[in-house]
């Protein structure tokens, strides 16, 4: 059996100090986000939680460290190009639906090639969202995303080979925190450069994850 080193992630948006507006049974609250202190990440097996070492993070994509002897269950998809993706193109969502612990499978289909942020949502944050963020990191997809979603992988089939084109990133929300039916997903061709990036080495097996 192979033995996988790193674990791919999304890291989801962070902000230094952010407000988020929520519709609540007494309204619409504003909740205030200060900037994180520290972070770690866990791996829970079982009961057991295991720490990861984070050995990279830029943007949305952090890669961690799988500590020896600890064995998870990967996806048999590899990476394609997202780069290629088109308008209408079909993809597929994998994910945990709402907090349920069977993997789910919707189909959907690409909206834009690149985000689209609301400049009057995010408020006076948007310049620092579209720094760290950048809109040509991420594409749009509709139909088939549901909370629960984020973090996980979507697939695209090219000539009958399914391929790992993205992750989920987030739902969209509008002004008073609804969700909208259209997701944030983070380009895998990205994701790549990346990692490459951080190994310094363009002979990067993406099968090591």
């Given at each position: 059996m192979k033995t996988f080193?790193?674990?791919l992630i999304v890291v989801f948006l962070t902000i230094d100090k952010a407000v988020r507006?929520?519709?609540t049974p007494f309204g619409i609250?504003?909740?205030i986000f200060d900037k994180k202190k520290s972070q770690s990440v866990y791996l829970m097996q079982g009961k057991e939680k295991i720490e990861l070492k984070v050995l990279m993070r830029e943007g949305e994509a952090a890669?961690?460290?799988l500590p020896f002897g600890v064995?998870?269950?990967a996806l048999s998809y590899g990476f394609g190009k997202s780069g290629d993706l088109e308008i209408g193109d079909a993809i597929y969502v994998l994910g945990y639906p709402?907090?349920?612990a069977q993997v789910n499978v919707r189909k959907g289909f690409v909206t834009d090639v690149r985000a689209l942020y609301f400049p009057d949502f995010m408020g006076g944050e948007y310049k620092q969202v579209k720094e760290e963020y950048p809109p040509e990191d991420f594409f749009m997809i509709k139909d088939g995303v549901v909370p629960g979603d984020s973090g996980g992988p979507i697939l695209a089939i090219r000539d009958g080979k399914r391929e790992l084109v993205g992750l989920t990133s987030a739902v969209a929300l509008d002004f008073s925190g609804q969700l909208l039916n259209f997701c944030y997903v983070l380009h895998s061709d990205k994701i790549l450069d990346k990692i490459k990036r951080f190994f310094e080495n363009d002979e990067f097996e993406n099968d090591e994850l």
């Open positions: 080193k790193f674990l507006r929520l519709r609250m504003e909740i890669l961690l460290e064995d998870i269950p709402l907090g349920s």
